[in-house]
């Protein structure tokens, strides 16, 4: 190690601290016995699929904008556009938004969709902006 002026040590690329280990883990990389384990990402976040706790009723969860886009795509009389389908939606409360451009999450979301899914997909895109229900 070498001093500077300013009496603070430097240390050079070989002489690095080694990384910090999580809490819980051994020196060797294993959990510590009796421990408990980190939470990992399909415990944390949205879609969670535990159950509601005891005496608690679940709660309702509201259909996505794509599963309320399908259900206003099957009662219209044929392809709507983005705007029309969310119009609808918050009309009917199927869906509840807080942003600014919803037509254009659900315009995304359903050419996400479309193009995942492919041939097996419930939407089309038959023109222009303009969607409908695979029957």
């Known amino acids: 190690m070498t001093t500077k002026k ?3 040590k430097q240390t050079s690329s070989s002489e690095k601290r080694p990384a910090k280990r999580p809490a ?3 020196p060797s990389g294993r959990k510590k016995p009796g421990e408990p384990s980190a939470p990992t990402t399909a415990d944390v976040g949205r879609g969670s699929t535990k159950s ?4 608690q009723p679940a709660k309702e969860r509201r259909p996505s904008a794509l599963t309320a886009a399908a259900q206003v795509l ?3 009389d044929g392809p709507l556009s983005a705007g029309e389908i969310v119009k609808r939606m918050l009309e009917r409360g199927l869906w509840q938004t807080k942003g600014r451009t919803p037509q254009a999450t659900l315009y995304s979301a359903l050419l996400r969709r479309i193009r995942k899914d ?3 997909s419930r939407f089309r895109k038959v023109e222009r902006g303009r ?5």
């Open 6 to 8: 300013s009496g603070r």
């Open 74 to 76: 099957a009662e219209a």
């Open 118 to 120: 492919g041939a097996n």
């Open 131 to 135: 969607f409908e229900l695979v029957r």
């Open 52 to 55: 509601a706790k005891a005496g």
């Open 24 to 26: 819980g883990v051994s």
